[in-house]
């Protein structure tokens, strides 16, 4: 069997390069084509269209910005035409209407869909030990379950839209806890107390995550650079967060305002920098 890996940016060569490490019959395609070259020189079978990879892969994976992306590359007439018969596991971060607008198109054409995001960044792409939350059937699961566990721990949520509702969930933690930090960080440096001392007692409350640690020296040094998880990519989840929680009725104030402070860092340039880079925005401007 063939599998396919549509995009690979952060996630997808990293993914890439754990799946062809765990001897799955692998071949990848990337819009922007040098990007693919480094895989090919690792031995990995690449393809120069998404309707070549499409035809070329009994299942294919889908590692891609956003839904528009995924229109852009998948349906498009020529590899439409590619889909039946096929399945395709959909592993970006969406929101769970558009998946399931997704699995609509995509079933119309003969094709399997199941969505399988996850949590985790590149290191544990490298590893193989994200956390993959699969939105599907109990069959699609017992069929795809040997392949994910190649790149982490795979977990059944429900049926399409369930799975990217809580992965929304969980991004949303990550941008609301990464602010809140940002905020008392920045304050505690500006009022002269000793950073250590701050994050000795936060680590030995019940109020640390270890999230803190991991984005504090990037904070301390104001250094963004060699994303993971690059600011436009939370700002995309936050924006999704915000439009799935207003339709449930929630107040979603809190999140607003980070949205904005997502905004200002993009004004700021830092789109493309490590997400801690809200810090930027956050941190006090007085002189
Ligand atoms: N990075 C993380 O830690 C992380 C963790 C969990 C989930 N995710 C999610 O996983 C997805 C991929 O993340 P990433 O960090 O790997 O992103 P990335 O580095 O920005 O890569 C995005 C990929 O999408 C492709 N793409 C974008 N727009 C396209 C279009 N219109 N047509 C065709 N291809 C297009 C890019 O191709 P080019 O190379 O040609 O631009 C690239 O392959 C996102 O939904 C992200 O939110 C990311």
Same mark, same amino acid.
């Given at each position: 069997?063939?599998?396919?890996?549509?995009?690979?940016?952060?996630?997808?060569?990293?993914m890439?390069?754990?799946?062809?490490?765990?001897?799955?019959?692998?071949?990848?395609?990337?819009?922007?084509?040098?990007?693919?070259?480094?895989?090919?020189?690792?031995?990995?079978?690449?393809?120069d269209?998404?309707?070549?990879?499409?035809?070329?892969?009994?299942?294919?994976?889908?590692?891609?910005?956003?839904?528009t $992306?995924?229109?852009?590359?998948?349906? =498009?007439?020529?590899? !439409?035409?590619? #889909? @039946?018969g096929?399945?395709?596991? &959909?592993? /970006?971060?969406?929101?769970?209407?558009?998946?399931?607008?997704?699995?609509?198109?995509?079933?119309?054409?003969?094709?399997?869909?199941?969505e399988?995001?996850?949590?985790?960044?590149v290191?544990?792409?490298?590893?193989?030990?994200?956390?993959?939350?699969?939105g599907?059937?109990?069959?699609?699961?017992?069929?795809?379950?040997?392949?994910?566990?190649?790149?982490?721990?795979?977990?059944?949520?429900?049926?399409?839209?369930k799975?990217?509702?809580?992965?929304? $969930?969980?991004?949303?933690?990550i941008? =609301?806890?990464?602010g !809140?930090?940002? #905020? @008392?960080?920045?304050?505690?440096? &500006?009022? /002269?107390?000793?950073?250590?001392?701050?994050?000795?007692?936060?680590?030995?409350?019940?109020?640390?995550?270890?999230?803190?640690d991991?984005?504090?020296?990037?904070?301390?040094?104001?250094?963004?650079?060699?994303?993971?998880?690059?600011?436009?990519?939370?700002?995309?989840d936050?924006?999704?967060?915000?439009e799935?929680?207003?339709?449930?009725?929630?107040?979603?104030s809190?999140?607003?305002?980070?949205?904005?402070?997502?905004?200002?860092?993009?004004d700021?340039?830092?789109?493309?920098?490590?997400?801690?880079?809200?810090?930027?925005?956050?941190? @006090?401007?007085?002189n």
């Open positions: 069997m063939k599998i396919g890996l549509m995009g690979t940016g952060l996630m997808g060569q990293a890439a390069r754990t799946l062809f490490a765990a001897d799955v019959s692998i071949m990848a395609y990337n819009r922007t084509l040098e990007k693919l070259d480094p895989l090919k020189q690792e031995g990995i079978e690449i393809a269209s998404p309707s070549a990879l499409v035809s070329s892969c009994d299942c294919i994976i889908l590692m891609l910005a956003d839904a $992306a995924i229109k852009d590359v998948l349906l =498009s007439s020529e590899t !439409a035409k590619q #889909l @039946s096929r399945t395709i596991i &959909q592993m /970006g971060t969406i929101a769970p209407r558009e998946s399931q607008q997704l699995q609509e198109q995509i079933t119309a054409q003969g094709c399997d869909y199941l399988a995001p996850v949590l985790g960044s290191p544990q792409a490298q590893s193989g030990s994200l956390q993959v939350m699969v599907g059937t109990q069959q699609q699961f017992d069929q795809w379950q040997d392949l994910l566990s190649h790149l982490g721990k795979p977990f059944l949520v429900g049926a399409v839209g799975a990217t509702t809580l992965k929304l $969930a969980l991004n949303q933690l941008v =609301s806890l990464t !809140a930090f940002s #905020l @008392s960080l920045s304050f505690v440096q &500006q009022e /002269g107390v000793d950073v250590e001392t701050f994050m000795e007692v936060l680590r030995g409350s019940a109020l640390y995550a270890p999230t803190f991991k984005k504090l020296k990037r904070m301390v040094n104001e250094d963004y650079s060699n994303p993971n998880f690059p600011t436009k990519h939370l700002l995309k936050t924006r999704l967060f915000l799935e929680a207003k339709s449930e009725g929630l107040t979603v809190s999140l607003q305002g980070m949205e904005t402070v997502l905004e200002a860092a993009f700021l340039g830092l789109a493309d920098e490590d997400y801690a880079a809200l810090f930027e925005v956050i941190k @006090s401007h007085k």
